[in-house]
């Protein structure tokens, strides 16, 4: 069991942990709105010499990390453990090790602290990872959660109802351009590299598939990113800048294509677009103008809080809190835990 129900109750300071990849953070929330501090440890230069995440290389570096952040991030805020009202923390998806770092933390502060401990949902971080900054948008929400690991629409009718319209069927978008930037050898991680490069590429040079972009909400981007590398074995090459525009031009295509259908058939009243793809410019600025046409805000988070911290996750859980949820101290962690409904 992972929560229990208890009445429903509003903390004021939660502290908030993420460990769940290769980012390691910590988050003071105050009244679910003011952000006091949020650190991140990146270690993308651990990784960048292996071309990818390596999970024991990331645990040992949680390790490490986590106390002299947690003690960092407590001193930035001028705070005391004595203060805190609540400790959420990431439970899965994610990798194990990783997961189990942060959950052993906050098991144990909640413990020691005798506050309320409430596992979240990464998903559901990056998913409120819109709030911290639209604290008033409009439900119901469609959310597009574009990370490393994963690729959903997601409908939010009220805080905690959720609803997966479709998923990947294969590769998630983020690995799909951590794929085809490996294979330019644009190094790990890729996104942003393939962001970079396609802004001085043309879109049109290459013509590449839209996989199932007239139907449903369902993704795949193996076959796209099977073409990709089909065609760095041909004789009649465009460029890398043009080779990643059109990449990039397909994937948004199909991203934004299939987000705005998902709104219109939901009457979204707001779109958002959260996980680290989100940071993606080509991605933000076509979901913008498709979102202006429609006439739906969007109502994405700022880049900086797109990929992994623990603010989204002191965010999600404080809601959580709100909606009557307790973690028990025996809280695992949970690598393939799906995105579930809480109400
Ligand atoms: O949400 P996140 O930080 O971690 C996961 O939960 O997976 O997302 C990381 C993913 C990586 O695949 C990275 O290449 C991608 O987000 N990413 C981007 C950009 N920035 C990060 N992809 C495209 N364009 C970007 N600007
Ligand atoms: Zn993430």
């Given at each position: 069991m992972s929560h229990y129900r208890v009445e429903p109750y509003t903390p004021r300071l939660v502290l908030g942990l993420e460990s769940s990849c290769d980012e390691t953070s910590v988050a003071l929330l105050e009244d679910?709105?003011?952000?006091?501090v949020n650190l991140v440890s990146s270690q993308v230069a651990l990784h960048e010499k292996y071309g990818g995440v390596v999970p024991e290389v990331a645990c040992r570096a949680h390790m490490e990390v986590l106390n002299p952040l947690l003690e960092e991030a407590m001193e930035r805020a001028g705070c005391r453990f004595s203060e805190l009202d609540a400790v959420a923390v990431t439970h899965g998806p994610g990798l194990v090790g990783a997961v189990l770092l942060g959950v052993a933390a906050a098991k144990t502060l909640a413990g020691l602290l005798e506050i309320p401990l409430i596992g979240v949902n990464h998903l559901e971080g990056h998913l409120y990872s819109t709030f911290l900054e639209h604290p008033d948008l409009e439900l119901p929400l469609v959310c597009l959660l574009v990370s490393g690991g994963h690729t959903q629409i997601v409908e939010m009718t009220t805080p905690g109802a959720y609803r997966v319209l479709g998923s990947t069927r294969d590769d998630a978008a983020g690995e799909a351009f951590d794929k085809v930037a490996k294979a330019l050898g644009l190094g790990y991680p890729g996104g942003p590299r393939i962001d970079q490069a396609a802004r001085r590429?043309?879109?049109?040079r290459l013509s590449l598939p839209r996989p199932m972009r007239e139907v449903g909400y369902e993704f795949s981007f193996s076959g796209l990113k099977t073409a990709v590398l089909v065609h760095l074995q041909s004789t009649d090459r465009v460029s890398d800048d043009d080779l990643c525009a059109s990449f990039q031009d397909a994937v948004v295509d199909v991203l934004v294509t299939k987000t705005l259908r998902a709104a219109r058939t939901c009457g979204a009243r707001t779109v958002a677009v959260a996980g680290?793809?989100?940071?993606n410019s080509g991605l933000r600025r076509r979901m913008e103008e498709a979102c202006q046409k429609a006439g739906i805000p969007l109502r994405s988070p700022s880049i900086g809080l797109?990929?992994?911290?623990a603010a989204m996750i002191a965010r999600a859980g404080w809601e959580l809190a709100r909606l009557g949820l307790r973690s028990p101290l025996t809280l695992d962690a949970r690598p393939n835990l799906p995105l579930t409904p809480r109400v």
């Open positions: 679910g709105r003011h952000c006091r590429g043309d879109p049109s680290g793809v989100a940071a797109c990929t992994d911290n």
